[in-house]
């Protein structure tokens, strides 16, 4: 009897537990986000943003032109284009604003009244209007602070804007004015170091970040101090996306998302 009921609260435990990794026929794929129940991975190359939910079952794919960000909030997706789009759409692909973008925008973050789109033409993050009116500039490409060399993916936290510098081997944290608040990454392969980060997500009051190279995903606070290895031996990840404790990892060149309970800061 004992047995019997230890069987069958483990079936009932894993029927309520998420996937431990989702696989697609994606060719390459380059971000992703998670928004209530659903994960988006944007496959670029195929034109189009396809949908999970979080138990690893395809729901659909919404047909994009050729998209490389995400970003998503309260049912909401921005999406942009290597064609030089952004996209506000529902969650159903419904699309609700395209606007036009310069240079060759990579990733995009809604921060209040503003959209932080990094430019990898430019190297910097080209700051908008809800409605598509370039605003601002910043940095451009060097090794200063504020400057990057290789911008890349970015997120935000209710305060910070966190901007992938990936040849510079840093994060660099900015407010919702623009301003840089700090930055943090020290070069090496070591544990707590980097080496060519690639993807940032703000996670229950830490920052994770994920190398390339190394293959390892680790978590810092706001102020750039390590705090522990959440996964190593990764295939080149790149892209992070959180839903509670649950970190998702885009391993792109295996075609899956690794998926991680994160132990944050309440």
């Not at 190297?123 to 500039?137: A, F, K, P, Q």
């Amino acid at each position: 009897m004992r047995l019997l009921l230890a069987v069958l609260l483990s079936l009932l435990s894993l029927a309520g537990a998420l996937a431990e990794e989702i696989k697609g026929d994606w060719k390459f794929p380059s971000d992703i986000a998670v928004d209530g129940e659903k994960l988006f991975v944007v496959d670029g190359l195929n034109d189009r943003i396809a949908v999970y939910d979080l138990y690893g079952e395809h729901i659909g794919d919404i047909k994009v032109k050729a998209p490389f960000g995400i970003y998503a909030e309260k049912g909401l997706l921005y999406v942009t284009s290597q064609k030089g789009k952004l996209y506000v759409m529902d969650e159903y692909g419904n699309v609700e604003k395209e606007l036009e973008l310069e240079g060759r925008p990579i990733d995009v973050v809604r921060f209040g009244d503003k959209l932080f789109v990094t430019n990898g033409e430019t190297n910097t993050i080209d700051v908008y209007s809800l409605d598509g009116e370039l605003l601002e500039r910043i940095g451009g490409k060097g090794s200063a602070p504020g400057q990057f060399v290789g911008v890349f993916l970015a997120d935000r936290s209710k305060d910070l804007l966190f901007v992938v510098d990936s040849i510079n081997a840093r994060i660099q944290e900015f407010n919702f004015n623009g301003k840089l608040i700090d930055s943090f990454g020290n070069f090496g392969v070591e544990e707590g170091k980097l080496f060519r980060p690639k993807g940032v997500a703000y996670c229950n009051g830490v920052v994770v970040v994920s190398d390339c190279i190394t293959g390892v995903v680790q978590t810092f606070n706001l102020h750039g101090g390590f705090l522990d290895v959440v996964a190593e031996d990764l295939y080149y990840p790149t892209a992070l996306a959180c839903s509670g404790d649950e970190l998702f990892v885009l391993e792109p060149l295996k075609g899956k998302v690794s998926i991680f309970r994160i132990q944050g800061v309440r």
